[in-house]
């Protein structure tokens, strides 16, 4: 159909992470997969929300690179859809400037957001940059105190078996109190 690239250079494999790129410009997924490939990373492209959401779920990619503004439905609506499912990092891209989507992609569980036109090397650093957070989070950054278990790579809490939802401040001052062990600002 046209709609899907595989890089030519370099494939999915396990040692090599794969990038998902999602943007309805074919020519912009093109570049991104060449200047990527030169990189050790293999890149898989979809031109709709459609097959974004299908490939997120078949191939795993250790990255997702998302387009706000995708035909059909949103990059906003493919990241909800996402986030009830998985906690994949997704690093947004947007041509509009509007603090208020950079506001609403982030609340609703992007770990970056990048306007277009954007650097490549710039988003490679994001890339990386989101990679070892989530790798941070399979290898560390979980606490136990009692029942509560604050996972700090996906920023999530669970409560005896249960998840809760916290919003960003609260997770950072939940976070501060239980690595200070509870007497954050309090002298002996």
Known sequence: SGDLWQAELVLPTAQI???????????????FQRYMAGHRL????????HEALALAAQIRPQVIILDVMMPR????????????????????????????????????GADDYVPKPCNP????????????RAQGAVDHGLIHVDDLELN???????????????TSTEFSILLALLISGGTWGLVA
Do not use: C, F, Y
């Open 73 to 108: 439905m949103s990059g906003m609506d493919v990241l909800r859809e996402l986030r009830k499912e998985s906690r994949l990092p997704v690093i947004m891209l947007t041509a509009r400037g509007d603090d208020m989507d950079r506001i609403l992609g982030l609340e609703l």
């Open 17 to 31: 992470p794969t990038v998902l790129v999602v943007d309805d410009n074919a020519d912009l997924v093109d570049l």
């Open 152 to 166: 700090q790579g996906n920023r999530t809490l669970v409560k005896a078996g249960e998840p809760v939802e916290l």
């Open 121 to 132: 090397r710039e988003l490679l650093a994001r890339i990386r940059a989101v990679m070892r």
């Open 42 to 49: 293999a890149v898989v492209g979809a031109t709709n929300s």
